[in-house]
């Protein structure tokens, strides 16, 4: 029983392809999110959503769109599909949008772009 | 333009001792830091934190200190344990930076190896 949860682990792909992640909480929190780690080790901020709600959309391509059909999860779309998309996301959610920020993260899934 | 920054990539200490991981930021609004650690195809988990009202910050092992005037944050960990082993990183967020609430700034991370 993870509390917050993702899938796929791992996932290989084309360029030009469609694809999505999925992520599931179940600590009751209000917040989710997508971060992204690079090829440079960063990890960065894509969205926030509160109670469904977007709140926080960083300079991201429009080829992502954020997905949350209930506060319980947060879906990752991406289109057209870049080799500079291949990284780590990880999905994570807060008990709320304050800034004393503990985070819960998911294990991660990795997307390799060929 | 990377406002939080740890600048050692790696650190290896032998079993006992003080392990000490640095951390400096840029960005004066920065008014909440907080320590993450991460092992290898796992996601960060939470490990300490500490407002900018405070300079110091103790949980067991583990006790964060914040010089605000040198825009500089330290982990420090006693006695370091070969379970510590791990990527740690320090993560800063302001509370009215650019509107975005809840958005929490990441370095790049220091890979910690204890030594038995």
């Known amino acids: 029983d993870t509390a917050v949860s993702q899938t796929p682990k791992y996932l290989v792909t084309q360029m030009g392809n469609d694809k999505s992640i999925k992520c599931e909480q179940n600590?009751?929190?209000?917040?989710m999110y997508w971060y992204k780690q690079d090829s440079k080790k960063f990890l960065k901020i894509m969205f926030s959503?509160?109670?469904?709600?977007?709140?926080i959309n960083e300079t991201v391509p429009n080829r992502f769109s954020p997905k949350s059909p209930d506060k319980a999860h947060l879906n990752l779309h991406i289109n057209s599909l870049e080799l500079g998309d291949s990284a780590v996301y990880f999905c994570?959610?807060?008990?709320?949008?304050?800034?004393?920020?503990?985070?819960?993260f998911g294990e991660g899934s990795r997307l390799t772009v060929l | 333009d990377q406002q939080v920054k740890q600048n050692s990539p790696s650190l290896s200490v032998q079993e006992g001792r003080i392990s000490i991981l640095n951390c400096d930021y840029t960005n004066s609004m920065f008014d909440y830091f907080l320590w993450y650690k991460k092992y290898p195809a796992e996601g960060p988990t939470f490990l300490i934190s500490i407002s900018s009202i405070k300079d110091k910050n103790e949980d067991g092992r583990f006790t964060v200190f914040l010089n605000k005037s040198a825009k500089h944050l330290s982990l420090h960990i006693v006695p370091s344990q070969p379970g510590d082993s791990a990527v740690y990183f320090c993560a800063a967020s302001a509370k009215r930076y650019g509107g975005s609430q809840g958005n929490l700034i990441f370095g790049k991370g220091t890979k910690l190896s204890v030594k038995p």
């Open positions: 994570a959610s807060s008990q709320d949008m304050a800034n004393t920020g503990e985070l819960f």
């Open positions: 959503y509160n109670n469904k709600e977007l709140i």
């Open positions: 600590l009751g929190h209000d917040t």
